[in-house]
């Protein structure tokens, strides 16, 4: 049924059209934050490597300091939890989408010995309208290629958001754009199950105007906090 669904959406593409060029025109492009994208927190060893890599979110758009980010914050927890020494890297780039991260991310990374990858992407390929085979191409591409450069690390996918949630979402472009991202999320779960990653349940939004940002649409500190919690536990599975 949400294949279906997702497929009927095309039927509403002029509204999507016109309601997301109202809401480009009203919104304010918010740049990454400031701050530390690496860091190393001390504890114990061995030492936990932590990457986080993906689109704006991953580079704390949204809030001013990467000190507040998800990435920094997901480390903290690490590091509390566990009481391992826990160094980190957000690498995060604005509107990217998976093929993106796939092509011209993931080649420019330095094979760095990360033990934790947390994925933070598949909103932009939901929000640019990419087909559901488009997506299991390029996001099932990035987890083949982030398999054959880390083998042993354990890779973790947040999916994409609940659209209907964010402030700035008009109801019907919301409604669309929800229809899409649980066509994406079924996908990219059962591409993560088949390629050795994680898919992490969504993130329960249950404060907008707590969780999001002053654009509506990006996280703000609270909100980048809430979804830490939300994944450590699964960052850190069974072994800990």
């Keep these: 049924m949400s294949r279906l669904a997702a497929a009927l959406t095309w039927l509403a593409f002029p509204v999507y059209a016109w309601q997301g060029l109202g809401v480009r025109r009203r919104t304010a492009r918010m740049l990454p934050a400031e701050g530390p994208v690496m860091h190393a927190l001390a504890g114990a060893e061995p030492m936990l490597a932590l990457l986080v890599l993906g689109d704006s979110s991953a580079a704390s758009v949204g809030i001013d300091r990467t000190e507040e980010g998800l990435a920094s914050h997901l480390?903290?927890?690490?590091?509390?939890?566990?009481?391992?020494a826990v160094r980190w890297r957000a690498a995060g780039?604005?509107?990217?989408?998976?093929?993106?991260?796939r092509d011209f991310v993931l080649p420019n990374l330095?094979?760095?010995p990360w033990t934790h990858i947390v994925l933070a992407i598949g909103t932009n390929d939901t929000k640019n309208f990419h087909s559901a085979p488009r997506f299991k191409k390029d996001f099932g591409g990035l987890l083949y290629a982030l398999r054959a450069k880390w083998p042993e690390a354990r890779l973790v996918w947040s999916p994409v958001l609940e659209f209907t949630r964010a402030p700035a979402m008009p109801g019907l472009l919301g409604k669309i754009l929800e229809v899409r991202a649980q066509e994406m999320n079924r996908m990219g779960a059962r591409l993560c199950n088949e390629r050795g990653a994680v898919p992490v349940p969504r993130l329960p939004i249950t404060d907008p105007q707590a969780g999001f940002s002053d654009d509506?649409?990006?996280a703000s500190a609270a909100g980048y906090r809430a979804w830490a919690e939300h994944l450590a536990p699964l960052v850190l599975g069974d072994g800990f």
């Design 75 to 84: 480390a903290q927890l690490l590091n509390e939890r566990t009481g391992r």
């Design 110 to 112: 330095a094979p760095e």
């Design 216 to 218: 509506g649409f990006h």
């Design 93 to 101: 780039f604005n509107s990217a989408t998976s093929g993106q991260i």
